[in-house]
């Protein structure tokens, strides 16, 4: 009786973590898709693939269960061994691997219901302030090519922070940028004396390869906290030295948009 009980629960905890929590993961990534949220953790590009994946497991899900309690562990093994040798070697194992077993599902199934229930309680939300802080100095060059020898007549009505980063960092010809239009929304991070940075997060694919942009703004910093979002209109500056900045001509404080990375 106590060797059904064991092999019961173990095959419910093997349940559970192989579709119970597949299921609930399908469901929340369906609800993030569906309510627009999806977007703070992967690409839009991305957004149909996540939700046609979560479709599938879910149908898995639900053909699986019309499977017998167990069947995920009952291989029907024997390769022939003959069945003096097979009944004395389970009979030696058999207590070990159930205490495995167990030991493993639980562990198992304490870690990946914590995961799962951090996402069903704690609300979506973007990337750090914090985390765009601590990566900055290790920021690689983004957008990279930007910078051409047709950068004269390039259009730059539609370049966002992250272009603007690359074009401030690697520009070889910085003059041709001099008094450029720009319209750019992003969140206030630290700067230089008499500026802050314009910062956005920068992601490709998801939020786990996210990089901050930052051009620099001359704007008083005190008037602005760490993290507050803005949207700046104003043109670029190309100083003496060669380096840009934008100088704003209207600095208005916005709520975090619904989409708060660049792409």
């Known amino acids: 009786m106590a060797e059904s009980r064991t092999i019961r629960w173990s095959a419910v905890g093997t349940r559970w973590l192989g579709i119970g929590l597949a299921s609930i993961i399908a469901v929340v990534t369906l609800g ?29 899900a639900i053909w699986s269960f019309t499977l017998p309690l167990g069947t995920e562990s009952d291989h ?27 030991v493993g599902t ?4 304490v870690v990946a219901s914590g995961v799962v229930v951090a996402a069903l309680v704690l609300p979506p939300a973007s990337l750090s302030v914090e985390l765009a802080m601590s990566r900055a100095d290790a920021d690689p060059t983004l957008f990279a090519g930007a910078d051409t020898p047709t950068l004269g ?25 001099d008094g450029s239009p720009v319209t750019l ?15 956005r997060m920068i ?17 008083d910093a005190g008037e602005y906290g760490t993290g507050q979002w803005v949207e700046v209109i104003g043109t670029v500056k190309a100083d003496a030295d060669g380096s840009l900045r934008v100088l704003p001509t209207s600095v208005v404080t916005i709520d975090e948009p619904g989409d708060p990375y660049e792409y």
């Open 106 to 109: 639980v562990s198992a199934g």
């Open 153 to 177: 007549v390039a259009d730059t009505t539609t370049f966002g922070v992250g272009e603007w980063s690359s074009v401030f960092a690697t520009a070889s010809r910085p003059e041709a940028y």
């Open 203 to 219: 992601i490709t694919h998801c939020v786990i390869d996210a990089q901050p942009a930052a051009v620099p703004v001359t704007m």
């Open 76 to 102: 029907g093994h024997d390769h022939g061994m003959p069945s003096a040798v097979t009944e004395s070697v389970e009979v030696s194992g058999a207590s070990r691997r159930r205490t495995l077993t167990l």
């Open 32 to 60: 993030l898709g569906l309510s627009g949220q999806l977007t703070l953790y992967i690409s839009p590009e991305s957004i149909w693939f996540a939700c046609a994946g979560a479709v599938v497991v879910l149908l898995g």
């Open 185 to 199: 929304v992003g969140f206030v991070t630290p700067g230089d004396a008499d500026a802050v940075n314009l910062t």
